[in-house]
Nanobody
Framework: QVQLVESGGGLVQPGGSLTLSCTAS????????MDWYRQAPGKQRELVAG??????KNYADAVKGRFTISRDNARNMYLQMNSLKPEDTAVYYC??????????WGQGTQVTVSS
């Protein structure tokens, strides 16, 4: 199973920016789709942004225009987060789905938006 490791979380003030990284133990093209999810305390995990193997991207309405998902051609996926709001506070997870529908998750990275 391909391992996924997130990094880049932290504490940021409202209006600030962070870039999350997800590094895979093998090529990210092992996955047909890769996503960023987040889970805030007391809430369900929700999809933030996704990118398919073909490079098609989608975003949750709550982050459109503020977040950008991208990847390199090796082992890394990114989430550039701008104009952060307190409601963006959550644990952010990297996720990948293989052609055999195997679900791979990272351990999560905490993002806290607070003054």
């Amino acid at each position: 199973q391909v391992q996924l490791v997130e990094s880049g979380g932290g504490l940021v003030q409202p209006g600030g920016s962070l870039t999350l990284s997800c590094t895979a133990s093998a090529s990210i093209f092992s996955f047909v789709v890769m996503d960023w999810y987040r889970q805030a305390p007391g809430k369900q995990r929700e999809l933030v942004a996704g990118i398919t193997i073909a490079g098609l991207k989608n975003y949750a309405d709550a982050v459109k225009g503020r977040f950008t998902i991208s990847r390199d051609n090796a082992r890394n996926m990114y989430l550039q987060m701008n104009s952060l709001k307190p409601e963006d506070t959550a644990v952010y997870y990297c996720h990948g789905r293989t052609p055999r529908n195997s679900e791979n998750w990272g351990q999560g990275t905490q993002v806290t938006v607070s003054s």
